[in-house]
C-alpha cells in the first residue's frame, strides 16, 4: 500500500518570495508517479507539477518545481516569486503504474500568502 | 473544452435518505474516478471505471455506496440509507484512456448528512 505524508498543515509566504512545500510517501513499486495539486476555495484539484519516478531530472511548470529525492522517497515543491493567487491547499499525491492508476493523497497544506 | 462537471454543487439531506450525484467527465474520456473528501483530508479513492465497466471498487466503503457508468459516459454515484459520516466533498476525475494520463477533476459535491 502506498502512503503520502505532509507533515507542515500551514505555512505562509510573502508575496514575491519563495516557499517549499514537503512531502514524503512510501510504496513498494518501482514504477510511479508524483504530483502535486492546488485546491483552491471553488474545490476543484488542479495539477501543478507532476514527475515520473524514472526520470531523474526534477520537474519544472514555471514558477513551480519540485525537488525528488528517490531514495529519500521525498518529493518537495517549490514556488518561486509567490503570487496572492498560489494561495489554496496543496496536496502531494503518489499514483503507481497499472492496475486502476488510483492516486493516493496527503493530507494536504494550507497556504497563505501575504501582500 | 468543457472540463469535468458535477451536479449538484451542494446537498443537504437527511440521515437514512437516498442521495444520487451526477459527474460529467470530459469527452472523450475513457477513465473515470470517484473520491471522497473529509474535512481536513485529502482525497480518498472510491471507484474506478473505465469505460462502462468499474474495473476498482476497492475504495467503496460498504454496500450503501454503489456507481454505474452505463454508457461510457455520465457517472452517477448512489449512496443509500445516509449516515452523517457520509458528510463529505465527492470528488469525480477523468482522464484519457491508457497510462500516464492526467486526472482532470471537477469541482465536486457537497453532501451535508443531518
Known amino acids: 500500500a502506498q502512503t503520502v505524508t505532509q507533515s507542515q498543515p500551514e505555512m505562509s509566504v510573502q508575496e514575491a518570495e519563495t516557499v517549499t512545500l514537503s512531502c514524503t510517501y512510501d510504496t513498494s513499486e518501482s514504477d510511479y508517479y508524483l504530483f502535486w495539486y492546488k485546491q483552491p476555495p471553488s474545490r476543484q484539484m488542479i495539477l501543478v507539477i507532476r514527475q515520473e519516478a524514472y526520470k531523474q531530472q526534477n520537474a519544472t511548470e514555471n514558477r513551480f518545481s519540485v525537488n525528488f529525492q528517490k531514495a529519500a522517497k521525498s518529493f518537495s515543491l517549490k514556488i518561486s516569486d509567490s503570487q496572492l493567487g498560489d494561495a489554496a491547499m496543496y496536496f502531494c499525491a503518489c499514483r503507481t503504474q497499472g492496475g486502476s492508476e488510483k492516486l493516493v493523497f496527503g493530507k494536504g497544506m494550507k497556504l497563505t500568502v501575504n501582500p | 473544452g468543457a472540463g469535468v462537471s458535477q451536479t449538484p454543487s451542494n446537498k443537504v439531506t437527511e440521515k437514512g435518505k437516498y442521495v444520487e450525484l451526477r459527474c460529467d467527465p470530459i469527452?472523450?474520456?475513457?477513465?473515470l474516478y470517484w473520491y471522497r473528501q473529509s474535512l481536513g483530508q485529502g482525497p480518498e479513492f472510491l471507484i474506478y471505471f473505465q469505460g462502462t465497466g468499474a474495473a476498482d471498487d476497492s475504495g467503496l466503503p460498504n454496500d450503501r455506496f454503489f456507481a454505474v457508468r452505463p454508457e461510457g459516459s455520465v457517472s452517477t454515484l448512489k449512496i443509500q440509507r445516509t449516515e452523517r459520516g457520509d458528510s463529505a466533498v465527492y470528488l469525480c476525475?477523468?482522464?484519457?484512456?491508457?497510462?500516464?494520463?492526467?486526472?482532470?477533476f471537477g469541482p465536486g459535491t457537497r453532501l451535508l448528512v443531518l
Open positions: 469527452s472523450g474520456h475513457t477513465a
Open positions: 476525475a477523468s482522464s484519457r484512456m491508457g497510462l500516464q494520463e492526467t486526472q482532470y
